[in-house]
């Protein structure tokens, strides 16, 4: 619910549900200033007064009470004296930095930033705040959804030109927030291929420190993401204040300590190739960031989080468990027809339901080098078709799952030899940046948003597809489109994401059962964005199940276990060598969606047994490995050689799923406190009757084993 009240010099806006208020107060009738973000308020009495003070080096207009360069500001300006870093740059046509927008007016309408992906406000409530540059008749729009359940909030703002000659945006954040607590840590998380989702905790020094993105994609070198976190904050204590940015390409995420200590968080799409030229009458929108309190530690955030995108963002397409069969690692780029339909014979031995041809299907794609942007069926690999696998697939009620990776040329490519001005880059002039090989469309272009959509029609109607696996294996470099004016080029990049977001949108509402996979050679664009257009997420290559397990607790600080899928693989590993039992890549595998990669026949006929079984067992705790919310019972690890413990904690049901990492030759049992069980109830584990508070505190056994990397699955019923 939102609280407007009115004061001597301005209004008071208290957006509070019942686990959050969050206060918004215009002071001297013109800025825009944060009062408050924590614990739901019975009402706002101002205990924390402005400061008021005249301080040496501050900046005040004529006649105005406060400064800009103290006073806590929702966003700021460049250029108009609050030095710290700004949430927005704007020249007017005479290339005049705008210095200053100012509220004017507020309304509670629900909005929604036309083609961006954003919270499905089913339940929540909306506040818009109207600033005006009088000059240069820019309008900016700051937009508030609070969620009516969660300790959550959503930012976004909308630059407006009401005047008759352009202005150019050259940043535009999405939130900015100035908090007045200073001793805080920041947690984010940082990694490479393979390797996604470290974490990473240091204390917010005096200066800037900065996460960003310059790669056009989310990356997964930074994650748009960062909580500032209490120096004691664990896994069920310490307040955090979280920022979720929903965009899938360059961003930047700034955190400032001021000199009278307070902490400035900024995070928008990443300026640095960004000059978004705004016509008269046109509006520019900028991705939202969603932000979230809690004062109970990493698993009240890692819950609220997760609830947050399973409610709001999410719409999944996959109803019952999706147990996939994937090519990549038992045949790589030597897929025919052939190894093809032994795999639908070994998908229904197993019990998959879906199989999916990986890369190498379609001409000249033989390796690495091979072509990329043609995507026509190898008909030396595939003589009848893939239409004939898809058919035998089909009849064995198996569904039919194809990869491609439509963002992606290469020059070998017909389609390069007739649209050469397609790719990005500058292709008469400089040198080509190749990485795997490859050149990346322009997805900026509305022809080549056409195409793709048209080309990827074809092949899902002609091979009755039901699962794309849309894979994105290079960064952007250069992000120059060909043929546009040199005033274009500063919005390159943001309508790349744009256009991707279009050709996902059309292709999910032409198709209303497909299942799409976002991958980006694993983990390299895994973001909220993302998560709102596709279905499942590859969130990394690593397929050594211990390796993949680290990444995949970690990111569940943020995002659910229904959006991962896990492939059991072979032993030793294809990536790091690691030799693991079967019992443990099932079932470190059967977090989020399970699924194969690798060649059946070459198991044991007790490996496949075992495997049958553990997959039974998948499928009865579905709705817990699949459905549930996945807390941390170990602290995040920079290392899948730890003991990493969590509790998916379903409605009543919930199962421990334990790691225990390297061995030692210590044999004693370990307790697991289960902290997150409802206190008030009364639980089983095996046949005996235990309390939750007893389950919370005094924990579950972990008994000693012998050997590395044994894992541990506990029941709880509730
Ligand atoms: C990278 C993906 O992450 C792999 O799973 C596989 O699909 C390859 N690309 C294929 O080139």
Same mark, same amino acid.
């Not at 002609?462 to 894979?471: F, M, R």
């Given at each position: 619910m939102i609280k407007v009240s009115k004061t001597e010099d301005g209004m008071i806006f208290n957006l509070s549900n019942q686990k959050v208020s969050y206060v918004i107060q215009i002071v001297d009738n013109k800025f825009v200033t944060n009062r408050y973000f924590g614990p739901a308020l019975p009402f706002f009495a101002e205990s924390r007064d402005l400061d008021e003070g005249h301080h040496?080096?501050?900046?005040?207009?004529?006649?105005?009470?406060?400064?800009?360069?103290?006073?806590?500001?929702?966003?700021?300006?460049?250029?108009?004296?609050?030095?710290?870093?700004?949430s927005s740059e704007v020249r007017d046509a005479d290339n005049l930095p705008l210095t200053f927008a100012k509220y004017v007016s507020y309304d509670e309408?629900?909005?929604?930033?036309?083609?961006?992906?954003?919270?499905?406000?089913?339940?929540?409530?909306?506040?818009?705040?109207?600033?005006?540059?009088?000059?240069?008749?820019?309008?900016?729009?700051?937009?508030?959804?609070?969620?009516?359940?969660?300790?959550?909030?959503?930012?976004?703002?909308?630059?407006?030109?009401?005047?008759?000659?352009?202005l150019n945006i050259e940043k535009a954040n999405s939130l900015q927030l100035d908090i007045p607590d200073t001793d805080l840590n920041m947690l984010s998380f940082y990694g490479t291929h393979a390797n996604e989702f470290v974490p990473s905790v240091k204390p917010i020094p005096d200066g800037i420190e900065e996460i960003s993105s310059n790669r056009g994609s989310s990356s997964p070198q930074h994650h748009p993401f960062v909580a500032l976190i209490d120096k004691h904050f664990d896994l069920n204590h310490g307040n955090f204040v979280a920022c979720n940015l929903m965009?899938?390409?360059?961003?930047?995420?700034?955190?400032?300590?001021?000199?009278?200590?307070?902490?400035?968080?900024?995070?928008?799409?990443?300026?640095?190739?960004?000059?978004?030229?705004?016509?008269?009458?046109?509006?520019?929108?900028?991705?939202?960031?969603?932000?979230?309190?809690?004062?109970?530690?990493?698993?009240?955030?890692?819950?609220?989080?997760?609830?947050?995108?399973?409610?709001?963002?999410?719409?999944?397409r996959i109803t019952k468990p999706l147990l996939t069969l994937n090519t990549w690692e038992s045949a790589y780029f030597d897929i025919d027809e052939k190894k093809s339909l032994e795999a639908v014979d070994q998908a229904k031995e197993i019990g998959a339901n879906l199989l999916v041809i990986d890369d190498g299907w379609f001409e000249n794609r033989n390796s690495e080098d091979g072509q990329?942007?043609?995507?026509?069926?190898?008909?030396?690999?595939?003589?009848?078709?893939?239409?004939?696998?898809?058919?035998?697939?089909?009849?064995?009620?198996?569904?039919f799952g194809l990869w491609i990776e439509p963002e992606m040329i290469t020059t070998s490519s017909k389609l390069f030899h007739k649209h050469p001005d397609w790719i990005l880059g500058i292709n008469s002039l400089r040198n080509k940046l190749y990485s795997r090989n490859q050149l990346v469309l322009d997805l900026s272009k509305i022809e080549v948003q056409d195409h793709l959509i048209e080309v990827l029609s074809k092949?899902?109607?002609?091979?009755?597809?039901?699962?794309?696996?849309?894979?994105?294996?290079?960064?952007?470099?250069?992000?120059?489109?060909?043929?546009?004016s040199r005033d274009v080029q500063g919005k390159v990049e943001y309508k790349y994401v744009l256009g991707l977001y279009h050709i996902l949108e059309t292709l999910r509402n032409k198709y209303p059962k497909l299942i799409i996979e976002n991958c980006a050679s694993g983990g390299g664009r895994v973001d909220a964005g993302m998560l709102y257009y596709t279905d499942q997420t590859w969130i990394s290559d690593l397929t050594d199940s211990l390796g993949r397990f680290r990444i995949l607790t970690n990111m569940a600080t943020l995002y659910p276990l229904e959006v991962f899928s896990s492939h059991f693989s072979k032993s030793p590993n294809e990536q790091d060598g690691r030799i693991l039992p079967v019992e443990?890549?099932?079932?470190?595998?059967? =977090?989020?969606?399970?699924?194969?990669? @690798?060649? $059946?026949?070459? !198991?044991?006929?007790?490996?496949? /047994?075992? %495997?049958?079984? &553990?997959?039974?067992?998948?499928?009865?705790?579905?709705? =817990?490995?699949?459905?549930?919310?996945? @807390?941390? $019972?170990?602290? !995040?690890?920079?290392?899948?050689? /730890?003991? %990493?413990?969590? &509790?998916?904690?379903?409605?009543?049901?919930?199962?421990?799923?334990?790691?225990?990492?390297?061995?030692?030759?210590?044999?004693q049992p370990q307790y697991l406190p289960l902290k997150y069980l409802d206190e008030s109830r009364i639980y089983y584990v095996a046949d005996r009757k235990i309390s939750g508070v007893e389950l919370n505190y005094a924990g579950v056994t972990i008994p000693p084993v012998m050997g590395d990397f044994r894992v541990k699955a506990i029941k709880i019923f509730g």
């Open positions: 040496a080096f501050a900046v005040y207009e004529e006649g105005n009470k406060f400064s800009v360069s103290n006073l806590p500001l929702e966003y700021s300006f460049s250029q108009n004296g609050d030095y710290r870093q700004c309408e629900a909005v929604h930033p036309d083609n961006l992906p954003q919270l499905r406000s089913k339940n929540g409530n909306f506040l818009n705040l109207y600033l005006k540059d009088e000059t240069t008749s820019l309008e900016v729009i700051l937009h508030y959804f609070l969620l009516d359940d969660l300790a959550g909030l959503v930012r976004w703002v909308t630059y407006k030109n009401t005047g008759s000659k352009s965009w899938s390409g360059s961003f930047k995420i700034g955190l400032e300590k001021d000199q009278s200590n307070q902490i400035r968080l900024n995070a928008g799409i990443n300026e640095d190739n960004f000059d978004w030229k705004l016509e008269p009458g046109t509006i520019f929108n900028t991705p939202q960031a969603i932000l979230l309190f809690g004062q109970n530690g990493l698993g009240e955030m890692s819950s609220l989080s997760q609830q947050i995108i399973k409610d709001y963002v999410v719409e999944s990329l942007g043609d995507w026509i069926v190898d008909k030396d690999k595939f003589p009848n078709t893939l239409q004939k696998i898809s058919d035998v697939a089909h009849q064995n009620k198996i569904k092949l899902i109607e002609e091979n009755q597809i039901d699962y794309l696996k849309w894979d994105f294996n290079r960064q952007l470099a250069p992000t120059f489109s060909q043929g546009v443990t890549r099932m079932i470190l595998s059967s =977090l989020g969606s399970l699924g194969f990669e @690798l060649d $059946l026949d070459k !198991l044991s006929s007790s490996e496949i /047994d075992m %495997i049958k079984e &553990l997959k039974d067992w998948y499928v009865d705790n579905y709705y =817990l490995l699949h459905d549930s919310i996945c @807390l941390p $019972l170990t602290p !995040l690890r920079q290392n899948a050689t /730890d003991t %990493i413990g969590v &509790l998916l904690k379903g409605k009543s049901d919930s199962l421990v799923i334990y790691s225990y990492g390297a061995t030692d030759a210590v044999h």
